[in-house]
Structures are given as structure tokens and as C-alpha cells.
């Protein structure tokens, strides 16, 4: 029992199987025109049979009409009957019909023998989408086969430039009557290339031959088609070639690939083989699911030139000198040409194994050199780097030290290895550090450069300012490797600069004892009348107590304001020592304690604007010299106009703007006392460069000095007109700084 159960299981799984195998399978009708045994229907049958092959469960059945010998409508009728009663059990998933006839019988007889096919043609001469009818357009599809009769004779006449006779054999079948139209419209264009054109399709084969006995060496036959003569006499395409090439000693050209192999050179042939390949590709796309509606019409006929070898050789004729893509058939082997991948494959890799020896080789002696240069290179840099005086030292991401020159060693006062594996918090004061620490993080992920200073109080209580410029390094593989450090010594050139400012200070002297005089002018003039009148009531014997207290109660009043004159000049020739804080509104009153009367009694109209809600702004910076640059300015435009009212009684104006934005304090000095010429406004803050007979050109250059290199602001010049405005910019100091 158990036993008739597995059975029935078995049957039932291969029924299944089977019934799946044979809904899955596809069937093929191929219907051929002309006979088996015809060149050209044989080449296209076993064309598809070959690309099918790729396709799975597939049956293919073969037809031949066999309409070279017989095409009356009678026959076709009979024809017709036979297929539908052939057919009539059968649904072909695919038709594919090659040549004329065939395409014509498959579409008059589509809906009674073929219903709801899709239908692929080839070898199709003359087509016209016309002649499809409309409930047909979503069945129909295929290849269509265009003989290229121009062409052929531009190949011919470029490979016999000196022809004098070409002789065209044809017959009067339906496609020769279609062809002979063409080969005229062609004749008429060549005429003046080739001296003579005989066309023949209306003689026997005897005549034929006859005619082509007498054909000159300069002659050249293009065999189109010949398969019947005058007499009717009926020819396969080998019988017809066979006949020309027993009397014919020229070259014979063709148009169709069948005539190959029996003596035809060739030319740019319609190809059964091509046509086969074509629809093939078609045909796969459908059994594969693609709908024919989604499939174009190839109009354009995929002709190839193929040429016979021996019939080159024979005629001495090199086809590479008229065409580049071409086929050859019957080449005789050559391991090369049969090869010729694995040769040059092999050839390609040996001579990738000889020049990898070669450059291996080169590379080698290369990297020999490269590492004694690299190894003297390495022995030249670190006598560079001890030789340098500025103190070098570099390190890795971590800020660990991974060497130093000697300059750095000696500032450290260790040894260039006692120096490796420590940190900045091993050499200097923890701020200092720290500070130094901060920009190496932000460099490291930046991966640019930075300036930034540093100021060591040394032992002896000396003070030394360095400049630190650094720059991230990156390893060979572009990993950043660490810092480098070059530390630049600027102390003497403080120093010198510092010396400078206070040469420039005392350049001002003469100008500031005048002002001392004038602001003394007043007090001694009052001490002189008190003195003289307090001796006069001495003598007078009027001298009371109250007299007495009232004397020395005002003379203290005017020995106090000339003292207070003195420490304001005292203070102005004291250099500052680091940057402050500083109000504009107190410096411009410390200065104008000092030259504010001799700017009044010059006859100069003082004025001070503040173009800002507050006006105490602050500055940051160094503030007995940036006094000095205000001095110097406003000097300047005092000794310009009274220099201009030796000649005028006008009165001139000096106007200070005050100015400031979330980036700069701005301080402009105007002047109305005439511009600067031109030719020397851009060179008046170089140094040495004055305008006066005994000027040293050291104010305005010590002005740019103090102003851009030690409060790093901006300082310039303009005219407006008559008017000159020194503009100075210093920057706002940021909540973060």
C-alpha cells in the first residue's frame, strides 16, 4: 500500500515537471522562400539555429517554399492549405521569415495559419513600411536587406583606378529588374571614371561566355545576379559562377556573400550570415518576453566587406591599402593571425616582465644613490639647523619633542637629547605653556601656520621677546606629523626700536619746551605782580596777615600748575613698558595740557568731534607712545599752518574726529593748511624722509612703527582738496583676548 502511494507521488511530481517543461518551451516556425541546398537560406538557417542555441527549450521547425523553381498563385494556394492543415495544432510563439516571398505568404496568411504570431523577416528586398497592413503593425518586425551598388563601385574603381571596362552580368529575376534601375542611376555618376559600362541581362549563357573571352586585362566583371539566361535555362549560384570563371581572366566582384568560396574576390556584400546574426537578436529579445510592437525595423542592411584570399592573391591585389574594417576568408593558418590574442597577450606580458626587470633594476641603483644623498642630505641638514641662530625644535602631536638644533638646546640650557620626550612644560613658565599648548591644537587641525610672541624673564633680570612662527609638518602618507618651531630673538630690535621712539621724542623737544614756555608765561607774570605788590605794602608798612595768606595761597596755585607742566612732560618722555588700557579723551587732554595754548595763541581753530555715543573709548595699546604719535601729528599740522599764515591772516583749522565700530578705534587729524604734493604723500613715513630744512624724518616713520608693528593697527594719509586727514586705526580689544 505503502509502496502504490509512493508511485502515484512520483507520477504525479513527473506529470507536473513535464507539464511545466513543455508550457515553458518555445516554438520556432522558420519559412524559407527558396529550396534547402540554396547557399543563402542555408546560411540564414544555420545562423539562427546557432544564436538559438543561447535560448533554453527551444523548438525550431523549418519550411522551404522553394520559389526559385515555382511562384504562381496557384502553388502558393496549395501551399497555404497544406501549412494550415500542417499547422493546425500548432501556436508558434515566433515566425521567422526569410526573403520576399516567404514575407509576403506569412503576412496574406497570417489571421488562417499564423494567428496572433509575431513575425520577424530578413532578407527583405525593397521594403516599404507601406506595405504593412494596420492590424498588422503590432506583429511585424525584422531586417531588411539593401544590396549597395554605389559602394561597390567606388571599391572597385579605387582598386582599379586604371579600369577601362566594367562589365555588369545580371538576370531578369524580379529582384535583378529592381536592382537594374539602381545600377543605371549609378552608371550615369561613373561614366566620366570609367571609360566603358556594359551591362548585360539579356543573352545566353553561350553568349555570355563569348563576351567575356574577348574582355581586355583592364577589365573588371561585377557578377549582381544569374540564375536563369535569355533561354530560361535555370542555375544554381555555383553553376552560373562556374560557367564565367572558365572563360574570364579579370577579377570578379559580387554583391551577395553566397557567391564567396566560388570565385568572386568579394566587395561590400549583403550577408546572409549578418541578416541571420540580426534577427537573431531580435528573436531572442521575444522569446525572452520583450514585445515586437517595442522592436524597430532595422532599415539599414548590415552589409559587410569580405574578400576571398586567393582571389586577392591571385589578382595581386592589397585590400588594407583601400579599407580598414574588412573580413578575409580562406587566409591559410598562420599560428599568429589564429593566435593572435594569446600572442600579443603573451608577447605584451613578457615585455611587462622585461621592462619590470629593467625599472626594478633602475630602481634599485636609483635608491642606492637616493640613500646616500638622503643619508649626506641628513648630515648637511643638522649642521644647517646647529649653524642657524634662531632656536628650532620640533615636535609631535602630542606636544612631545622629537628634536631640536643647538640654538634651542642652548636657550634651554639641556642637551639636544635631554631635550627629546619633554614637553613646553619642562622649559618654560606654565602660562607661557599653556598659551603655547592652546595654538598647537587649533594648528593641528587647521594644518596652517602661526606667529605669536612670547617674553622670558630671564635670571639676571634681563627680558628677552621671542617670535615664535609655526607650521604643521605631514608625514610621506599625509598623516600630520607634528610642529615645527623657528623662534626668531627680537629683543635688540625692541630695544633699538624703543631707542628710536625716544630719539623721536627727543627730536619734539624744541617744540615742547616752547609750549613749556607758554604755559609757564602766565603764572610767572602773575608770581612777578604779586611779589612786587606784596613788597610794596612792606614797605608801606600796610603789609597785613591776610595780605600775606592770600599771597602764598595764589603763588601755591601757580607753582603747582607749572609743576603739574613739568610731570606732564616728565610722563611723556617715559616709554611705556607694556599695553594698557587707555582712555583717547585723557591722552588728548594730557596733550593738550602741554602744546594747548601755543596751538591758541598760533591762531589755530582746535576742535575734537566724537562721532560715537561714548566718548571715554578705550584703547589697548602702548600709551605714552601712541601720545607721542597724537603730538607728532598735530605738531605737525600746527607748524604747517602757521608756516602758510607767515603769508595769510586767515584762520586755519586743526580737526580731530574720534570714530569708532565693532572692529577699529578710528582717529582722524585733518588739517586745512594745504594738501601733500602728490609725488611725495606715498613716501612720507619712510625713515629719514622729512620735508623740512632741519627735520630728521624720524616722526612719522616712528608713528607708523608705533602704530602698525607694536599696537598692530593701521596708519595712512589722504588729501581732500586743500585738506589733510592722517587716519589710525587700532583695534577693538575682544572680550576672548
Not at 221 to 244: A, R, W
Not at 453 to 482: E, F, R, S
Not at 709 to 717: N, S
Request: aromatic share 10%; glycine share 4%; proline share 2%.
Amino acid at each position: 500500500m505503502i509502496k502504490s502511494y509512493k508511485s502515484a507521488w512520483v507520477f504525479l511530481i513527473f506529470l507536473f515537471t513535464s507539464n511545466l517543461f513543455s508550457a515553458q518551451a518555445k516554438d520556432v516556425l522558420i519559412l524559407h522562400s527558396y529550396h534547402k541546398g540554396y547557399k543563402w537560406s542555408d546560411d540564414i538557417s544555420k545562423t539562427i539555429e546557432k544564436e538559438l542555441s543561447s535560448v533554453t527549450n527551444t523548438n525550431i521547425t523549418t519550411v522551404y517554399m522553394d520559389t526559385k523553381k515555382i511562384n504562381t498563385p496557384i502553388y502558393l494556394n496549395k501551399l497555404a492549405s497544406l501549412y494550415k492543415e500542417e499547422f493546425k495544432n500548432r501556436k508558434f510563439d515566433l515566425i521567422i521569415a526569410s526573403d520576399n516571398y516567404a514575407y509576403n505568404f506569412a503576412m496574406k496568411y497570417h489571421n488562417q495559419i499564423f494567428y496572433k504570431s509575431p513575425i520577424l523577416f530578413c532578407g527583405i528586398n525593397n521594403f516599404e513600411k507601406s506595405t504593412i497592413k494596420n492590424e498588422m503593425t503590432n506583429y511585424i518586425s525584422g531586417v531588411v536587406e539593401q544590396v549597395d551598388v554605389e559602394k561597390n563601385f567606388e571599391l572597385i574603381y579605387k582598386i582599379h583606378p586604371k579600369l577601362e571596362e566594367l562589365i555588369i552580368i545580371n538576370d531578369n529575376s524580379n529582384t535583378g529588374k529592381e536592382l537594374q534601375k539602381e545600377i543605371v542611376k549609378i552608371s550615369d555618376k561613373f561614366k566620366n571614371k570609367i571609360k566603358r559600362i556594359e551591362y548585360i541581362d539579356d543573352m545566353d549563357m553561350s553568349h555570355i561566355k563569348e563576351k567575356l573571352k574577348n574582355s581586355t586585362k583592364n577589365s573588371v566583371i561585377l557578377l549582381v545576379l544569374l540564375f536563369k539566361d535569355k533561354t530560361g535555362k535555370f542555375f544554381t549560384y555555383k553553376e552560373s559562377l562556374q560557367e564565367i570563371k572558365s572563360v574570364s581572366r579579370v577579377p570578379i566582384y559580387g554583391l551577395w556573400d553566397f557567391y564567396l568560396n566560388e570565385g568572386i574576390i568579394g566587395g561590400l556584400l549583403t550577408s546572409a550570415t549578418a541578416q541571420g546574426e540580426a534577427v537573431s537578436k531580435m528573436a531572442i529579445d521575444i522569446l525572452n518576453g520583450k514585445d515586437i510592437k517595442n522592436i524597430p525595423i532595422l532599415e539599414k542592411s548590415p552589409n559587410r566587406y569580405i574578400f576571398d584570399y586567393n582571389e586577392l592573391k591571385k589578382f595581386n591585389i592589397k585590400i588594407r591599402k583601400h579599407l580598414t574594417n574588412y573580413e578575409i576568408i580562406n587566409k591559410p593558418f598562420s599560428f599568429y593571425n589564429t593566435y593572435k590574442v594569446l600572442v600579443n597577450i603573451t608577447l605584451f606580458v613578457f615585455m611587462i616582465f622585461i621592462t619590470m626587470i629593467i625599472l626594478m633594476r633602475k630602481n634599485i641603483q636609483q635608491r642606492k644613490l637616493v640613500e646616500i644623498d638622503l643619508s649626506n642630505q641628513l648630515k648637511f641638514d643638522r649642521v644647517l639647523l646647529d649653524t642657524l641662530p634662531n632656536p628650532i625644535y620640533y615636535k609631535d602631536k602630542e606636544g612631545m619633542f622629537l628634536g631640536c638644533n643647538a640654538a634651542f638646546a642652548k636657550l634651554t640650557k639641556h642637551t639636544k637629547l635631554e631635550v627629546i620626550g619633554k614637553t613646553a612644560f619642562d622649559f618654560f613658565p606654565i602660562n607661557i605653556a599653556s598659551k603655547n599648548m592652546a595654538i598647537d591644537k587649533v594648528l593641528l587641525k587647521t594644518l596652517g601656520t602661526n606667529t605669536s610672541d612670547m617674553t622670558l624673564h630671564l635670571a639676571n633680570n634681563t627680558i628677552q621677546h621671542i617670535i615664535l612662527n609655526k607650521a604643521v609638518y605631514q608625514n610621506i602618507d599625509g598623516t600630520v606629523g607634528g610642529i615645527v618651531c623657528v623662534m626668531d630673538d627680537i629683543t635688540e630690535r625692541i630695544q633699538q626700536k624703543q631707542f628710536l621712539i625716544q630719539q623721536s621724542k627727543l627730536a619734539e623737544m624744541g617744540d615742547m619746551v616752547a609750549a613749556i614756555a607758554h604755559q609757564w608765561n602766565e603764572p610767572l607774570v602773575e608770581l612777578s605782580a604779586q611779589v612786587q605788590d606784596i613788597q610794596t605794602s612792606f614797605m608801606l608798612n600796610e603789609l597785613k596777615q591776610l595780605q600775606v595768606n592770600n599771597f602764598v595761597q595764589d603763588s601755591m596755585i601757580q607753582i603747582k600748575y607749572m609743576s603739574k607742566t613739568l610731570s606732564d612732560f616728565r610722563n611723556f618722555l617715559k616709554p611705556s613698558t607694556k599695553k594698557t588700557l587707555f582712555g583717547i579723551n585723557k591722552s588728548l587732554d594730557e596733550i593738550f595740557e602741554i602744546i594747548g595754548k601755543q596751538v591758541f595763541y598760533s591762531n589755530i581753530n582746535l576742535s575734537i568731534n566724537y562721532k560715537s555715543t561714548n566718548e571715554n573709548i578705550l584703547i589697548y595699546g602702548y600709551e605714552n607712545e601712541f601720545k607721542q604719535v597724537l603730538l607728532n601729528l598735530i605738531n605737525n599740522a600746527k607748524n604747517k599752518i602757521i608756516q602758510k599764515n607767515k603769508l595769510t591772516s586767515n584762520k586755519n583749522n586743526i580737526i580731530i574726529n574720534i570714530l569708532w565700530n565693532s572692529e577699529f578705534n578710528i582717529i582722524e587729524i585733518i588739517d586745512d593748511a594745504g594738501a601733500i604734493s602728490i609725488n611725495i604723500i606715498d613716501s612720507i613715513f619712510d625713515p629719514y624722509f622729512t620735508t623740512k630744512k632741519d627735520g630728521t624724518g624720524f616722526g612719522l616713520y616712528m608713528a607708523k612703527v608705533i602704530i602698525e608693528d607694536k599696537m598692530d593697527g593701521k596708519i595712512t594719509v589722504s588729501n581732500d582738496k586743500e585738506k589733510v586727514t592722517f587716519t589710525i586705526k587700532i583695534p577693538v580689544l575682544k572680550k576672548n583676548q
